[in-house]
């Protein structure tokens, strides 16, 4: 069932170094990474993880660089093992999980989208978009109709006997996409998926994804460090700090109520029209007679509804979905949730 929890992580440690097990006493005690590494020569990589991942949406995880968020993906299909923890996938121990198992998870189970494309070069876009099927003994004809369907999906039709070296950036990551589609899998892992590519590239890929999802509803794993990025395509934002979630939760939530100065330094300098929904922000339907200006969406964001105002704070506008009143939204409020959040003290 739709958001069901499809993926939970629990108190997941990681620690590098040439004996985690003794290092991860002191972590426990409250030792820091910095600590960590100075005094007993090892990598905190995770600290007591606890994030529940559900069926059908974008859960997207984001941080600097060093803040572990490839570490955490790399461990729900054990790319990575962890020094202590729990991971469940629909509810199964995948901890536990011998040779066979495992191989049927990173199979089936879960495709991994990855930053630098991974494409074989000697294969064509068809083959690579078909590469999880051959994997498992399919013969090309029997995927090849599955193939041409998602490579179509993803604007890439007519590209099928083209090789990657002769595809611009953009599209071999389409090819990435498709690849993962082709799959089947139910859970989708994006790691960086569009950090190399150019902003207005990399905006057409977002509005991709979000176009699929609405249609397919995997429950997908994005890793980032953009915030424009984790804002635009989160149901659920978990923001890690020095392998520690700092915090976790809507993405708009987070946005109107940071709850760390590390966060409130990210956030400071954000286009809050672009980013923040009607929905944040609107008021609970009128009982008394209200002559509204028209109708918003709960999705829309700030900036369309002053577009839609013409800059009249004096308005306000009926929010529907499906033709159904569900609140209001007044000028007055959306003005006033544009101011920006000011820098943190440390900053």
Excluded at 11 to 31: C, D, Q, S, W
Excluded at 58 to 83: A, D, F, Q, Y
Excluded at 176 to 188: D, F, H, K, T, Y
């Amino acid at each position: 069932m739709a958001n069901d929890i499809k993926i939970s992580i629990k108190n997941l440690y990681k620690i590098f170094g040439p004996t985690p097990g003794e290092a991860l006493e002191h972590v426990k005690r409250g030792m820091g990474k910095t600590e960590l590494l100075d005094k007993q020569n090892h990598v905190l990589g995770l600290r007591d993880i606890n994030v529940d991942i559900r069926e059908g949406e974008i859960t997207v995880i984001m941080g600097l660089s060093g803040s572990g968020k490839s570490t955490l993906i790399r461990h729900l299909n054990r790319l990575i093992e962890p020094t202590t923890g729990e991971i469940r996938v629909d509810g199964e121990d995948v901890l536990s999980f011998a040779e066979e198992p495992l191989r049927q998870l990173r199979r089936e189970r879960m495709s991994m989208v990855f930053q630098k494309f991974a494409l074989l070069p000697h294969k064509t876009v068809l083959e690579n978009a078909g590469m999880a099927m051959d994997i498992r003994g399919y013969k090309t004809e029997d995927f090849e109709s599955e193939a041409r369907k998602w490579l179509t999906r993803v604007g890439l039709e007519g590209n099928e006997n083209q090789y990657p070296h002769q595809l611009s950036g953009g599209m071999q990551q389409r090819v990435g996409i498709a690849r993962a589609l082709v799959s089947n899998a139910p859970i989708m892992l994006m790691d960086e998926a569009f950090s190399a590519l150019d902003p207005l590239i990399r905006s057409d890929m977002q509005d991709l994804l979000l176009a699929l999802q609405a249609e397919l509803h995997k429950t997908i794993v994005f890793i980032t460090h953009d915030l424009d990025e984790a804002l635009k395509l989160a149901d659920h934002l978990v923001i890690l700090k020095d392998g520690e979630v700092v915090q976790q939760g809507d993405p708009q939530t987070i946005l109107l109520e940071p709850n760390d100065p590390y966060i409130i330094d990210f956030i400071s300098d954000i286009n809050r029209a672009r980013v923040l929904r009607v929905r944040s922000i609107m008021k609970p339907p009128s009982d008394s007679d209200t002559d509204y200006a028209g109708d918003v969406s709960p999705r829309d964001n700030l900036e369309s509804v002053l577009v839609k105002s013409g800059g009249d704070t004096s308005l306000v506008f009926r929010v529907a979905q499906r033709g159904e009143t569900v609140g209001s939204l007044n000028m007055k409020d959306l003005t006033l949730a544009l101011v920006p959040t000011p820098a943190s003290d440390a900053r």
